[in-house]
Structure formats: structure tokens, C-alpha cells
T-cell receptor, first 113, second 116 residues
Framework: AQSVTQPDIHITVSEGASLELRCNYSYGATPYLFWYVQSPGQGLQLLLKYFSGDTLVQGIKGFEAEFKRSQSSFNLRKPSVHWSDAAEYFCAASPGGSYIPTFGRGTSLIVHP | GAVVSQHPSRVICKSGTSVKIECRSLDFQATTMFWYRQFPKQSLMLMATSNEGSKATYEQGVEKDKFLINHASLTLSTLTVTSAHPEDSSFYIC????????????FGSGTRLTVV
């Protein structure tokens, strides 16, 4: 069955520290991959996406993600976290662009001053 | 980029009443929209797929008569929670895909429903 796994429920980092949020997928072929961010009481905002090509994808707000086929992973990274980055982050995947994505359970990012 | 507007952002209603939530695609047409429910600290659960001009497709376990979906135009889908009860309290989010864009699915800002 197709699935998206985010192994970390919570991640706590200090402001200014680097960040990596993990995401693994289980699909028959390389899916379309997405990272979304959700602030409290808000909808989801697309941070970045990977369809094909360069495996290092740049997104908004200084985020990037790297697709690694051998590890079935699409981890999200940011070199220096800001307090405003505290939010819920969702990884998602779909078999193609016209298919509704499947979401991971989310990772809550806590930023300490 | 594509924008999806959802209204209201918050609503409190009495038990037994009905509540309507609107989802609009502002700058694109969406033949298909999606409704999700999100419980606290959990991921999004797809409830139903809303199809313009036809019946919605509900996911297993979602009550059709409880959650009425209407998609009367290419830019508007509505979700009506009928005879609401406290257990229907949740965060509801809609989504649509701009087939002419490259950003995949765009999400509304969500509606916090509280049934008292």
C-alpha cells in the first residue's frame, strides 16, 4: 500500500540551529513529493515539491529538500531556523500530478529562543 | 499562484443545527475539490471528493447524510454539517487543484467548527 511516513512526531531545535525533518515514502514508482507547513489554526501552505530532475529542491522561506531514491526519502532541511518556523510540517506524496496526495502524520517543530 | 478561499474561518453552533462551509477557487476553475477533516495534532483525513455538477464521492466511513457536499459551479464547493453534534467539532479544510498551474493542490485556510 502507498504510504508516507514521518517518523518524528516532535522536533525541538534552538533558534539559529539547523533543521532536518524526515520523510519516507512507500510507492511502486517514484511519486510526486511535497512538503507543506501549517501554522496553528491555518490551512496548509506548500513549501516545495519534487516531480523530477534535480534531486535537491529549493522552496520558500529558506527551506530545501533532497530526494534520495535509494532511501525512499525526501527530507526537509533549513540551515538556520527562525522562531517563526515553529509549526506543523506535513510530507505528502502522490502517484502523479492529478492524484490527490497522501499525507504523513506530520511533525511538530518547536523552536527554543 | 492559485488561491483557495474558505469561509468562515471559525464557527460555533448549537447541537442539532446545521452549518455550511464554503470553499472557493479565486483565480482558477476547479472541477474537483476535496474536503478534509483534521483532528488535533493529527494529519488530514480525506472525507470526500467534490465533483462539479455531479455527486460527491465519499471516503469509507464518512456519513453522506451528515456531511452534505454541493459543487454547483466551477469555483464553489460547499460542505454542510447537518444536525451537528459535539463530536463533529473539528478543523475542516478544503483543497483544489489548478490544472493550469504547477503547484499541485492548493488548500484553504480551514474552518474551526465548535458544536456546543
Amino acid at each position: 500500500a502507498q504510504s508516507v511516513t514521518q517518523p518524528d512526531i516532535h522536533i525541538t531545535v534552538s533558534e539559529g540551529a539547523s533543521l532536518e525533518l524526515r520523510c519516507n515514502y512507500s510507492y511502486g514508482a517514484t511519486p510526486y513529493l511535497f512538503w507543506y507547513v501549517q501554522s496553528p489554526g491555518q490551512g496548509l501552505q506548500l513549501l516545495l515539491k519534487y516531480f523530477s530532475g534535480d534531486t535537491l529542491v529549493q522552496g520558500i522561506k529558506g527551506f530545501e529538500a533532497e530526494f534520495k531514491r535509494s532511501q525512499s526519502s525526501f527530507n526537509l532541511r533549513k540551515p538556520s531556523v527562525h522562531w517563526s518556523d515553529a509549526a506543523e510540517y506535513f510530507c505528502a506524496a502522490s502517484p502523479g500530478g492529478s492524484y490527490i496526495p497522501t499525507f504523513g502524520r506530520g511533525t511538530s517543530l518547536i523552536v527554543h529562543p | 499562484g492559485a488561491v483557495v478561499s474558505q469561509h468562515p474561518s471559525r464557527v460555533i453552533c448549537k447541537s442539532g443545527t446545521s452549518v455550511k462551509i464554503e470553499c472557493r477557487s479565486l483565480d482558477f476553475q476547479a472541477t474537483t475539490m476535496f474536503w478534509y477533516r483534521q483532528f488535533p495534532k493529527q494529519s488530514l483525513m480525506l472525507m470526500a471528493t467534490s465533483n462539479e455538477g455531479s455527486k460527491a464521492t465519499y471516503e469509507q466511513g464518512v456519513e453522506k447524510d451528515k456531511f452534505l457536499i454541493n459543487h454547483a459551479s466551477l469555483t464553489l464547493s460547499t460542505l454542510t454539517v447537518t444536525s451537528a453534534h459535539p463530536e463533529d467539532s473539528s478543523f475542516y479544510i478544503c483543497s483544489a487543484r489548478d490544472t493550469g498551474g504547477a503547484d499541485g493542490y492548493t488548500f484553504g485556510s480551514g474552518t474551526r467548527l465548535t458544536v456546543v
